[in-house]
């Protein structure tokens, strides 16, 4: 199949993501308000936009800290593998932690970076993903604590998130339709 022609249908505006995230920050600054220190964990690359509109209405002391993990292997496996590509760079024993994602599709990838997080024993860890798409779930018990909006199952770009690494720039979010 030729997926080299496409158009972009606008899906959230700029102005909603901008309203939503403002509500989730607030959110997150509640619930962590007695923290000392909150390590916001980007998870790269799609997340890069949002974490930083995110962190920017935290009231919060907060640290940012980057993980890239990849997944790899026949998706539509239960049992897909996730690789760490580049780990934090610093030490979450005992500290609080948010993981920002940009999307929960099939779950896999959030599944296998929480317990590689969980096993470092932090005092608390929250995530907040962008989007969910709760149809395409393949594994169960994963759910964001915060999230910011639910769709439908389709291919989206924009604000972050890619389509072969084009799209990320749009300030909106889009769903990719292919002409071809
Ligand atoms: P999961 O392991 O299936 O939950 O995969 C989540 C990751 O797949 C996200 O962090 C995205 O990088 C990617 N992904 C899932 N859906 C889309 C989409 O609609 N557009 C772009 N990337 C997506
Ligand atoms: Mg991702």
Redesign the pocket.
Known sequence: MDHSNYVIDQMISAKSIAARVEALAEEISQRFADTDKLIVVG?LR?SFVFISDLVRELELPVEVDFLEAS?YGN?TESSREVRILKDLRGEIEGRDVLVV??????????HHVLALLRAREPKRLEVCALLD?PS?REVDDVKATWTGFEIPD????GYG???AQRNRNLPYIGKVRFTS
């Open positions: 998870l799609g997944s998706s994602e940009d999307i929960v599709d099939t779950g896999h990838t959030l798409k395409r389709e291919f989206v770009v998130i890619d389509y």
